[in-house]
Structure formats: structure tokens, C-alpha cells
T-cell receptor, first 112, second 114 residues
Framework: GENVEQHPSTLSVQEGDSAVIKCTYS??????FPWYKQELGKRPQLIID?????GEKKDQRIAVTLNKTAKHFSLHITETQPEDSAVYFC???????????FGPGTSLSVIP | NAGVTQTPKFQVLKTGQSMTLQCAQD?????MYWYRQDPGMGLRLIYY???????DKGEVPNGYNVSRLNKREFSLRLESAAPSQTSVYFC?????????????FGEGSWLTVV
């Protein structure tokens, strides 16, 4: 089955710097890759996603890149702000979209 | 429109006791999920249901059973709770469209087994 790895597990950056989180997946049939943000004590919420027919997608300060050949995808946050502090999860799902497997998460701390 | 609602929010069980976590969604979604979240382990899929009447095992199904009662409801049962099942449990549902597969989570259920 699908296995999703995520690095780093923790990340601290100064406010205004960029943050990059990387994920790899094992199932070459996976074709949908969402990213979720979870603030302390709250539920995970979708922040951005990318499909396999797209190499990069941007939404304001957040961007995601996908390399299907290497089976890895990354989340880029620019001009980080304290409210970006949270746990971020990458995930992967295949053609049926039914089974969604998450990575172990990255705890991001943005230091003012 | 409440989204995904799960109960109870907090529960303490003794080892060997049984309990059922209830989940309902009002978004007319076909697929529903149960995940557990443990520190450093992320969100691990326990069971999922792609449609009413079907259920499938996820990554960590042992010790759990599920029932897709109807399109709205998907319950998770612990028949004989163990301390290793202490976790935060999230129910979720998804909408599949041309853009992808957005999962909507419930608020979580904090379960402690002593």
C-alpha cells in the first residue's frame, strides 16, 4: 500500500523567512497530493493541493511542487508569519481517491 | 450545515471496556473515514467507507470495527479497549470532484484507556 514520508519532523524559522517541507510517496499510481494544516487542539484543514498533471501550484504565500518521476512533493511557505505556526501534513491518494494516506507531520514554529 | 459531527468529544475507558464513536456528516459525501492521531505518528487511517454499504481496512484496523449505517453515519467500535488505543480519533468525509479529494474532518474525540 501507499506509504508517505515527511521531513523534517520539526522546523523553526524566523518570521519573514521561508519554510520548506518535503514529502515522498511510494505508490506510483497516486495522483492527488493535498496539504493540511492543524493548529493546536483543532482539526486538520486543507490549505493547498496538487494533481499529478501539474508541476507547481501557488496560492498567495503558499506553493506546492510535484516531481512525479522522483515521487516527491514539497510545500513552500514564503514570508512566514507567527500564525503559520502549526503542524503540517502532506497526503497522497490514488486513482480511486478513496484511500487517503497522510505523512507523519511537520511541526512548524515561526519565531517573531 | 454542521459538516462532520462526532461524539463523544472526551472519553475515559477502562481496559477491556467497549465503546462506539459516532460520526455523522450532512454534506451528502459518499466517502467517510476514521483516523487516529498519535504524537509523531501523524494521521493513520483505521477504516474507510467509499460508499454506503462498503467498508475497507486502512493502515491500522486491528482492534476496531466500523459500521456504515447509512450515507450520513459511520461509527467506530472498540470491542475491548487497550491502553495502546489511547489516542485522538478523527472522523472525516470527502467530496470528490474534478479538482481532487478534499477531506473534511470532525473536531476529534479524545480517548484515554486506563
Amino acid at each position: 500500500g501507499e506509504n508517505v514520508e515527511q521531513h523534517p519532523s520539526t522546523l523553526s524559522v524566523q518570521e519573514g523567512d521561508s519554510a520548506v517541507i518535503k514529502c515522498t510517496y511510494s505508490d506510483s499510481a497516486s495522483n492527488y497530493f493535498p496539504w493540511y494544516k492543524q493548529e493546536l487542539g483543532k482539526r486538520p484543514q486543507l490549505i493547498i493541493d496538487i494533481r499529478s498533471n501539474v508541476g507547481e501550484k501557488k496560492d498567495q504565500r503558499i506553493a506546492v511542487t510535484l516531481n512525479k518521476t522522483a515521487k516527491h512533493f514539497s510545500l513552500h511557505i514564503t514570508e512566514t508569519q507567527p500564525e503559520d505556526s502549526a503542524v503540517y501534513f502532506c497526503a497522497a491518494s490514488g486513482t480511486s481517491y478513496d484511500k487517503v494516506i497522510f505523512g507523519p507531520g511537520t511541526s512548524l514554529s515561526v519565531i517573531p | 450545515n454542521a459538516g462532520v459531527t462526532q461524539t463523544p468529544k472526551f472519553q475515559v475507558l477502562k481496559t477491556g471496556q467497549s465503546m462506539t464513536l459516532q460520526c455523522a456528516q450532512d454534506m451528502n459525501h459518499n466517502s467517510m473515514y476514521w483516523y487516529r492521531q498519535d504524537p509523531g505518528m501523524g494521521l493513520r487511517l483505521i477504516y474507510y467507507s467509499a460508499s454506503e454499504g462498503t467498508t475497507d481496512k486502512g493502515e491500522v484496523p486491528n482492534g476496531y470495527n466500523v459500521s456504515r449505517l447509512n450515507k450520513r453515519e459511520f461509527s467506530l467500535r472498540l470491542e475491548s479497549a487497550a491502553p495502546s488505543q489511547t489516542s485522538v480519533y478523527f472522523c472525516a468525509s470527502n467530496v470528490r470532484d474534478r479538482s481532487g479529494n478534499t477531506i473534511y474532518f470532525g473536531e476529534g474525540s479524545w480517548l484515554t484507556v486506563v
